[in-house]
């Protein structure tokens, strides 16, 4: 069973066809789905979504490129919504640090990413981490911050084999994967022939960055069966082989069957 960690299926993209296109999913083979949030606004569609595919999993966290001028605002309702019901989310995410389109916030960001990191820890819960010209900041503050207790996900890692070692390094992170490394010019994949499959989970991102033969459309978690005969070209593993391994890393990293119990 494939397990996409990190899809934003409650976006309006969806909003004509969502039911089918998890209905899609299930006929890859798809388990579960892994919802990062974004800000405040996307906190009642992740909720009514999770309602309806309770196979859908929310996490909880002000995503770096939505630190605006009201971010303490924002920091704050989030935090409230994290810590009345810890059990509900899967993991604090989406969160980190994106200097790709506005560097106005730098400060900003890395100040919220520093607390959503320790509420993490506070709550022994794993992180899901975007990072956009900014592995030197994630890290500079990663260096600081990580525990044995500390876990997660580089989630879209799209880095050099040195960046990749670095995150590895840490001890509780494995390298989120998606339509990226079908890419005819992307290196990742290159660079995934250096990291055993041990520390890589696969995703979508959808409605973002989908894979060939999809590229440049409207992405969907489905999708994901593309990334995963990918990585057989990778590996050197068959197709069954890939959905195994890289399932029962998710499946420990964000400790999905005791998300289950506490949810059931």
């Not at 309702?77 to 059990?87: C, G, M, N, S, V």
């Amino acid at each position: 069973m494939l397990i996409d960690t990190h899809a934003h299926l409650y976006e309006d993209e969806f909003l004509t066809d969502r039911t089918e296109m998890l209905t899609r999913f299930k006929e890859v083979e798809g388990a579960y789905v892994l919802l990062p949030n974004i800000d405040v606004t996307s906190i009642p569609k992740m909720y009514a979504l999770h309602k309806e595919h309770p196979n859908c999993f929310p996490m909880m966290g002000l995503h770096p490129s939505y630190v605006k001028e009201d971010w303490q605002v924002q920091l704050e309702l989030i935090r409230a919504e994290l810590f009345q019901k810890p059990e509900k989310f899967i993991a604090v995410g989406e969160i980190g640090i994106d200097l790709y389109w506005d560097k106005t916030f730098v400060e900003a960001q890395k100040t919220v990413f520093r607390e959503q990191v320790r509420w993490a820890k506070a709550l022994k819960k794993p992180i899901a981490i975007h990072v956009r010209e900014a592995f030197d900041e994630v890290f500079s503050i990663l260096d600081e911050e990580n525990t044995t207790d500390l876990k997660g996900v580089f989630h879209c890692f799209t880095g050099h084999e040195q960046q990749a070692k670095k995150v590895l390094s840490y001890g509780g992170f494995k390298l989120g994967i998606g339509g990226v490394v079908t890419y005819k010019n992307s290196k990742i994949a290159n660079v995934l022939k250096k990291i055993p499959l041990q520390h890589i989970v696969i995703e979508t991102d959808a409605p973002y960055l989908a894979p060939s033969p999809h590229r440049g459309k409207r992405n969907e978690s489905s999708f994901i069966a593309h990334v995963c005969k990918k990585l057989t070209d990778v590996y050197a593993l068959s197709y069954e082989e890939i959905a195994t391994i890289t399932a029962n890393n998710a499946s420990e990293l964000f400790q999905i069957d005791q998300y289950l119990k506490r949810n059931a």
